[in-house]
C-alpha cells in the first residue's frame, strides 16, 4: 500500500514522541468484488471497500495532520484528544488490511482446510478444525455491537487462541505477543445488506471463502 510521510520527527510537550507516523491508502484487492459470491454479495465488498475502509483511512490520515500540527504548536491538550481518532481509525485500517487478504475466491483455494503445521497446530489446540469454526461462529456472533473475532497466535506461547476486540480495536490490544492469523468483521457493514440482522448465516458462510493459505503462510513465518 502507498505511503507518505507526515511526521519525520517531533516532540510532544507531554513527553511521548511520534516518529515515523505515515498516512496511508486504500490497498487494492486481490480479487473482482463480486468475486467471493454467493458467500459475500459484490454490492457489499464494494461498499465495504471503498466506503468503509476508504473512511477510516481518510479520518486517520486527517488525524495524522492534525496531530503534526498540534505537536508543532505544543498543543498537549489537542495532542490526547487525537489519540482515540488515531486508535480508531488506525485499528480500522489495520484490521480490514488482514481482513481482505483472509478472503478468497473458492476458484483461487477459498475455503480449502489449512494444511501443514498450522493444520496441526489446529488439532492441537482444537481439537479439529470443526471445533474451532463452532467456536469462532459462537464468539463472532456473541460479540455485543460492533467488533472482530480473530484467531490468533500467542507467540510468547506458541499457542493458538481466540479472541474477541470491540469495535476497531485491533487484535495486538488484547496482548503484545498476539499475531493475527484470522480476523473476521462483524460490524453490520461487513452482511447486514445480504444477511440482514442474522450474523450467524454470515458467520457459517464467510468460511466457504477463508483463505487458510494467508493464515498458514503468516503462521509459518511467525512460528517456524
Given at each position: ?70 505537536t508543532q504548536k505544543g498543543d ?72 472482530w473475532v480473530w484467531l490468533g ?72
Amino acid at each position: 500500500m502507498a505511503l507518505r510521510a507526515v511526521v519525520k520527527k517531533a516532540t510532544s510537550p507531554i513527553g511521548v514522541g511520534y516518529r515515523g507516523l505515515q498516512t496511508v491508502a486504500l490497498p487494492d484487492l486481490s480479487y473482482d468484488y463480486g468475486a467471493l459470491e454467493p458467500a459475500i454479495s459484490g454490492e457489499i465488498m464494494q461498499i465495504h471497500h471503498q466506503k468503509h475502509h476508504q473512511t477510516y483511512i481518510s479520518n486517520y490520515n486527517k488525524a495524522l495532520d492534525q496531530l503534526h500540527d498540534a505537536t508543532q504548536k505544543g498543543d498537549a491538550n489537542s495532542v490526547v484528544k487525537l489519540q482515540s481518532a488515531i486508535k480508531f481509525n488506525g485499528g480500522g485500517h489495520v484490521n480490514h488490511s488482514i481482513f481482505w487478504k483472509n478472503l478468497a475466491p473458492t476458484r483461487e483455494g477459498g475455503g480449502e482446510p489449512p494444511k501443514g503445521s498450522l493444520g496441526g497446530a489446529i488439532e492441537t489446540h482444537f481439537a479439529s478444525l470443526e471445533a474451532l469454526i463452532q467456536k469462532m461462529n459462537a464468539e463472532g456472533a456473541a460479540v455485543q455491537g460492533s467488533g472482530w473475532v480473530w484467531l490468533g497466535l500467542d507467540k510468547e506461547l506458541k499457542r493458538l487462541v481466540v479472541e474477541t476486540t470491540s469495535n476497531q480495536d485491533p487484535l495486538v490490544t488484547k496482548g503484545a505477543s498476539l499475531v493475527p492469523l484470522l480476523g473476521i468483521d462483524v460490524w453490520e457493514h461487513a452482511y447486514y445488506l445480504q444477511y440482514k440482522n442474522v450474523r450467524p448465516d454470515y458467520l457459517k458462510n464467510v468460511w466457504k471463502v477463508m483463505n487458510w493459505k494467508y493464515a498458514s503462510d503468516v503462521y509459518e513465518k511467525e512460528c517456524p
